[in-house]
């Protein structure tokens, strides 16, 4: 059944998604071909495909060009990401394109300690070569792997090339330690496999889907929305655990208001239901699985009374929930969730859900987690790159996480001031950060903005002045993806297929895009051999060619699909586990002989004393975090964030609705001025901001001083002892009323806003 219109605007529930989506939701009348793609003759002499990257979800983008100038963007309905469809911030990408605040020309820092915002305009060559001279002194007194390499989003591929031919494996995204990693962690320990994205789950065709701090609806990555749109209209059920009333709260046969980090309490309880009560699929288990003794021994006292004493959630609610999920299995889902570094024991709670799908049947099955497929196409041929010599410089002496797959980021701020981390020789002299406003990203910013006074060299990749950039000592103003060729996408998903991002228009300014930032940097540093290619079209037309794929249909369709093959076994699947016992480990051996919990252990954690909130932060539909917030399309409807508290807990503190309120955090750190939002939609022992507001680089000059910035407020993390991850919701605050002029300076922007 395909996702109405209606369906997929009331998602999410934002009023720029429901105007900017009625030009995409369109496509479908085109009367588009498998060959041609069709102007529609609106508003635009031609039409561009290429993917998005106002978030990481790659959806395929139909661009509307007119003379010469982008007018609209559409999803593209050939792409199995977008089907047609594009979130708010998709087709918010001309936002980007024409922001007036870009970065223009590279920039080099005149004097003065870093962000201090004391900059010269300068020509590429000469911005290249004082990067390329740094970058070689460093790597002839210290060695290449003290240069890192900071980087989110799809281009930065080109800077993970040139890291590992410079012979840096230093290679990190915030990510992974500071949002998805425990999950990869903890389902590759369970199945061998891990979720990737976008995930791999067919909530479509789920019959009841649970969602565990997961905010789909203002989580809005497309596919998943439209899936979850679709879910419903079949008559799909939500079971929903959060302590806010979120968008898909509103949508579900059961919310759960959980008191803030005793989730992992809850999860145990279910399993406990599902195991004494023998509602577990058998046979699934029986054939796929190892370890349900042990495990049924360790929930045996994990009953719902216990659970009640932990999330206050009534113990006859916990039984009859989770009979409620394991009523619907296989094709019951207890989605994984994205951002899930809370509190420290991350990787146990991903296991946990984990586990709790296994019991469910869910993995390979329809209406679960399905196994991706994805199409191969040949890397270009290029020396081999230099032997990784890396050492565990990313992690504190003597301790080693075991499972963490990717350098931390958070480590190598760490190993980059003298001191914090014993290393062998140098301390990171180096960072290039692609993409990624470290201020904003890393939690304890005391820490980060140290380890940057620090630096020899610090170069920043990126499209605008982000609060990193006013730290970088040479600024590299990066082409938007709708003006460069970025390499070939093939994404693992329930179809092959693979994805050509294209230029649609030439770059503005002197912004140049990543592949020739990168090769011209590779070609100072004496590594012009790993960049062979003169043109980003002529490398992903030459793979695509190596591969045997017509070139010429993936410019026209933006997108090549292959054979279909089975991802689930109702279609003849063999699952198959790479794990060491080629089974799913509900008991993990690996864990046992690295001296962790094999299984999930509860642990109870600290709680905000009498006055006190926890921190609890996420995001809006029309945003992707503090990325989007200058984007004037999209801030229309959200142009700064404000703080969700408790209407009880508001009349206790004699705070009122649309008041300017500080927080003020455990260690007395205080926020910007903000808007306070008074609801019952919350419990009274936590406070809620949307993550990304509260800039403070005045080149953002729409995103500057609107909000708070909550990042400020994680003083404190709680890391991980599997994967070395950062739980964050561990800081809690004060709220004081903010008066006199700060009150009046965050009331203007908000009515400048407005007006």
């Not at 749109?229 to 898909?248: C, F, H, N, W």
């Not at 770059?507 to 990543?514: I, N, Q, V």
Request: aromatic share 8%.
């Amino acid at each position: 059944m395909a996702t109405t219109r209606r369906e997929f605007i009331q998602i999410g529930g934002a009023g720029l998604g429901a105007a900017a989506l009625g030009s995409g939701l369109t496509t479908k009348w085109w009367g588009l071909d498998p060959d041609v793609v069709h102007d529609p003759g609106t508003d635009g002499d031609r039409v561009v495909p290429t993917f998005c990257e106002l978030c990481f979800w790659k959806c395929g983008v139909l661009a509307h060009v007119k003379d010469g100038k982008v007018t609209k963007l559409v999803g593209n309905p050939e792409h199995p990401l977008s089907r047609g469809r594009l979130c708010p911030r998709g087709t918010g990408g001309t936002g980007l394109l024409y922001d007036p605040d870009r970065l223009k020309k590279p920039l080099l820092r005149r004097t003065g300690a870093r962000g201090k915002q004391d900059f010269e305009e300068v020509s590429w060559e000469k911005a290249l070569d004082f990067a390329a001279e740094k970058l070689l002194k460093i790597k002839e007194t210290c060695g290449p792997d003290k240069v890192a390499l900071f980087s989110h989003g799809f281009g930065g591929s080109f800077f993970k090339h040139l890291l590992f031919a410079y012979g840096s494996a230093t290679v990190t995204a915030p990510s992974y330690g500071q949002c998805r990693g425990p999950r990869e962690v903890g389902f590759n320990l369970t199945y061998g496999a891990s979720l990737g994205s976008p995930e791999v789950l067919d909530i479509a065709h789920s019959r009841v889907l649970t969602l565990i701090g997961s905010h789909l609806g203002e989580n809005m990555h497309n596919t998943q929305v439209q899936d979850f749109a679709q879910m419903i209209s079949k008559g799909g059920e939500l079971v929903v655990v959060d302590p806010r009333y979120s968008t898909a709260a509103g949508k579900a046969r059961y919310w759960l208001p959980i008191k803030p980090g005793t989730d992992l309490a809850l999860l145990l309880a279910w399993i406990h239901v599902i195991l004494n009560e023998g509602l577990y699929d058998r046979d699934y288990v029986e054939k796929h699985a190892v370890g349900l003794e042990e495990l049924k021994a360790h929930v045996a006292d994990k009953t719902p009374e216990w659970a009640f004493t932990e999330t206050t959630i009534p113990a006859a609610t916990i039984v009859e929930t989770g009979r409620f999920i394991a009523g619907a299995r296989p094709a019951s889902l207890v989605h994984p969730g994205r951002h899930v570094t809370w509190y420290g024991d991350d990787v146990q709670r991903s296991r946990a859900i984990a586990i709790l799908n296994a019991l469910l049947g869910s993995w390979g099955r329809r209406g679960g987690i399905f196994v991706p497929t994805q199409m191969n196409v040949p890397k270009y041929p290029v020396p081999a790159y230099p032997a990784e010599t890396k050492a565990a410089q990313d992690h504190p002496e003597g301790v080693i996480y075991p499972f963490a797959e990717e350098v931390l980021s958070h480590g190598v701020c760490d190993a980059t001031v003298p001191g914090r981390i014993t290393t062998k020789g140098c301390p990171v002299k180096g960072w290039i950060v692609y993409g990624s406003n470290l201020l904003q990203a890393l939690p304890q910013r005391k820490n980060v903005l140290e380890a940057i006074q620090k630096l020899d060299l610090l170069v920043a990749v990126d499209v605008l002045p982000a609060e990193i950039v006013g730290y970088a000592d040479v600024v590299l103003p990066e082409a938007t993806y709708l003006e460069r060729w970025d390499d070939i996408a093939p994404v693992p998903w329930s179809e092959p297929f693979l994805a050509v991002r294209q230029q649609v228009v030439p770059p503005m300014y002197e912004s140049k895009p990543g592949w020739w930032i990168a090769k011209e940097l590779g070609k100072r540093l004496g590594l012009a051999e790993y960049f062979p290619w003169e043109s980003g079209e002529q490398l992903a037309t030459e793979r695509l060619s190596a591969g045997g794929y017509d070139v010429a249909a993936a410019k026209r369709k933006g997108v090549l699909k292959g054979t279909p093959v089975p991802v689930r076994a109702e279609e003849g699947l063999e699952l198959a586990f790479a794990t060491p016992s080629k089974k799913i480990e509900l008991y993990s051996q690996r864990m046992a002989e690295a001296g962790l919990p094999p299984l999930p252990p509860y642990t109870r954690h600290e709680q905000p004393a009498d006055g006190q909130f926890r921190l609890l932060f996420g995001r809006s539909p029309v945003h992707t975090f503090g990325r989007t917030t200058n984007n004037r399309f999209l801030s229309e409807v959200y142009s700064e964030n404000e703080v969700w508290l408790n209407a009880k807990a508001a009349k206790e503190q004699g705070l009122a609705n649309g008041e300017v309120v500080t927080l003020v955090n455990q260690d007395g750190v205080r926020s910007q001025p903000v808007k306070l939002k008074v609801t019952q939609r919350i419990r009274p022992d936590c406070v809620f901001v949307v993550h990304g507001y509260g800039h403070t680089n005045p080149g953002l000059r729409f995103a500057a001083n609107r909000g708070m910035d909550d990042q400020t407020l994680v003083t404190r993390i709680a890391v991980d002892p599997v994967a070395g991850t950062t739980g964050m919701s561990v800081n809690f605050v004060t709220i004081e009323k903010t008066t006199g002029e700060k009150a009046a300076t965050a009331n203007a922007s908000t009515a400048k806003a407005e007006a």
